[in-house]
């Protein structure tokens, strides 16, 4: 099994950044994808970026440009820099881990961008 803890959530003023970070522990192994998804009220949960344990990057369309995803795979973490953020950036962000049949998701942390 995978354990994710995410940190890194809060509440910020349009146009401001905000950095999460998400620990993944247990049964990492060598290959896997580790990424971001976000669920805004009254909304499904959607992608936001995800990253290979090689650094191959994939970033939805409505983030590229403003949200950059990093990872230490010493350190099994997974990053996310959102500068810019909007107010559609309004959600509860949940980080993830896929490695063969294991799809592994966290609590959730929540962001909150004010006008």
């Known amino acids: 099994q995978v354990q994710l803890v995410e940190s890194g959530g809060g509440l910020v003023q349009t146009g401001g950044s905000l950095r999460l970070s998400c620990a993944a522990s247990g049964s990492i192994g060598s290959f896997n994808t580790m990424g971001w998804h976000r669920q805004a009220p009254g909304r499904q949960r959607e992608l936001v970026a995800t990253i290979t344990n090689f650094g191959r990057t994939n970033y939805a369309d409505s983030v590229k440009g403003r949200f950059t995803i990093s990872r230490d795979n010493v350190k099994n973490t997974v990053y996310l820099q959102m500068n810019s953020l909007k107010s559609k950036g309004t959600a509860v962000y949940y980080c993830?881990?896929?490695?063969?049949?294991?799809?592994?998701w966290g609590q959730g942390t929540q962001v909150t961008v004010s006008s």
């Open positions: 993830n881990f896929v490695r063969l049949s294991t799809n592994a």
